[in-house]
């Protein structure tokens, strides 16, 4: 595994998927001409809106949202994640009809489906702003653990999914099964992001001694939405490497194997544990 740039989009998703699909692909053009060989993009990257209406139209939505990573990944030959988008339940039953499952899915520089994971934990909050998110009114929580992409050129590549990143036990089974690069692909709101999203992102990322790449979702989506930003790339100590900021646009750093080494040699806390639940 050699040194390569990867990068997180930042995105500001709406309840058009077509024009979602326009910025995704610019952003994604802009990462290529700057080098990066891995391509990122946030949670609802294709549809961020009114969740009735997501369920609704959920099967164009997750038609469109392959049918373009297939084809992106191919034109610019790049790995490039698609961080979140629904897919319909096949078969829905026991209060489970018309649900989707949050979806991530990594795709091949030849169009090939490399792994896909379902969104385990779901956003059932409310907020002190006065925000109150049920993610699992219209989202099935996967069931089948995040998988690692092992991969000779970019790595043992985690997948997880914006919520996810305040569960360490699921980074820590990706750890053990032997990611050194984590994907966080985000909608983080606002509120709770000002004062959560890098510190949770820091904190994978030492405990793993690994990088994490975390794609955003920033601004207004709708009159009651609104996501915190701040695309970035960690490395392994806990450096933010990059940081897209408040605004649309793209953060690209270098990955480099040869600073995880560095870092699991002067660190080996994943080989001094003693506790497991």
Same mark, same amino acid.
């Given at each position: 595994?050699?040194?390569? $740039?990867?990068?997180?989009?930042?995105?500001?998703?709406?309840?058009?998927?077509?024009?979602? /699909?326009?910025?995704?692909?610019?952003?994604?053009?802009?990462?290529?001409?700057?080098?990066?060989? $891995?391509?990122?993009?946030?949670? +609802?990257?294709?549809?961020?809106?009114?969740?009735?209406?997501?369920?609704?139209?959920?099967?164009?939505?997750?038609?469109?949202?392959?049918?373009?990573?297939?084809?992106?990944?191919?034109?610019?030959?790049?790995?490039?994640?698609?961080?979140?988008? !629904?897919?319909?339940? %096949? +078969?829905?039953?026991?209060?489970?009809?018309?649900?989707?499952?949050?979806? %991530? /899915? $990594?795709?091949?520089? &030849?169009?090939? &489906?490399?792994?896909?994971?379902?969104? =385990?934990?779901?956003?059932?909050?409310?907020?002190?702003?006065? +925000?109150?998110?049920?993610?699992?009114?219209?989202? /099935?929580?996967?069931? &089948?653990?995040?998988?690692?992409?092992?991969?000779?050129?970019?790595?043992?590549?985690?997948?997880?999914?914006?919520?996810?990143?305040?569960?360490?036990?699921?980074?820590?089974?990706?750890?053990? +099964?032997?990611?050194?690069?984590?994907?966080? !692909?985000?909608?983080?709101?606002?509120?709770?992001?000002?004062?959560?999203?890098?510190?949770?992102?820091?904190?994978?990322?030492?405990?793993?001694?690994?990088?994490?790449?975390?794609?955003?979702?920033?601004? =207004?989506?709708? !009159?009651?939405?609104?996501?915190?930003?701040? %695309?970035?790339?960690?490395?392994?100590?806990?450096?933010? $490497?990059?940081?897209?900021?408040?605004?649309?646009?793209?953060?690209?750093?270098?990955?480099?194997?040869?600073?995880?080494?560095?870092?699991?040699?002067?660190?080996?806390?994943?080989?001094?544990?003693?506790?497991?639940?």
């Amino acid at each position: 595994m050699k040194s390569y $740039l990867a990068a997180a989009v930042q995105m500001t998703s709406i309840s058009d998927v077509d024009k979602n /699909l326009a910025q995704a692909e610019d952003l994604i053009q802009l990462a290529v001409n700057r080098g990066a060989e $891995l391509v990122c993009l946030p949670e +609802n990257f294709s549809f961020l809106g009114d969740e009735m209406e997501k369920t609704k139209l959920s099967t164009e939505i997750a038609e469109k949202s392959e049918k373009f990573l297939i084809t992106i990944a191919q034109r610019y030959q790049i790995l490039l994640l698609g961080g979140g988008f !629904p897919v319909p339940v %096949a +078969n829905s039953s026991n209060g489970n009809q018309g649900k989707m499952y949050n979806t %991530a /899915l $990594l795709i091949g520089r &030849e169009g090939e &489906e490399l792994a896909r994971y379902r969104k =385990m934990h779901l956003f059932d909050v409310n907020l002190p702003d006065g +925000n109150t998110y049920q993610e699992s009114a219209t989202v /099935l929580a996967g069931t &089948e653990s995040p998988p690692v992409y092992v991969s000779e050129k970019y790595g043992n590549l985690g997948l997880s999914v914006c919520y996810d990143v305040r569960f360490p036990e699921l980074y820590r089974y990706l750890s053990n +099964n032997g990611a050194n690069v984590l994907f966080v !692909p985000a909608a983080f709101t606002a509120f709770t992001g000002k004062d959560h999203w890098q510190v949770l992102l820091q904190a994978r990322a030492i405990e793993n001694t690994s990088y994490v790449i975390a794609p955003a979702q920033v601004g =207004m989506h709708t !009159p009651r939405r609104q996501s915190h930003g701040h %695309a970035m790339i960690v490395d392994p100590w806990g450096i933010v $490497l990059a940081d897209a900021g408040d605004r649309i646009g793209v953060a690209i750093a270098e990955i480099q194997p040869s600073r995880i080494d560095q870092i699991r040699r002067q660190m080996p806390s994943l080989q001094h544990r003693t506790f497991s639940c």
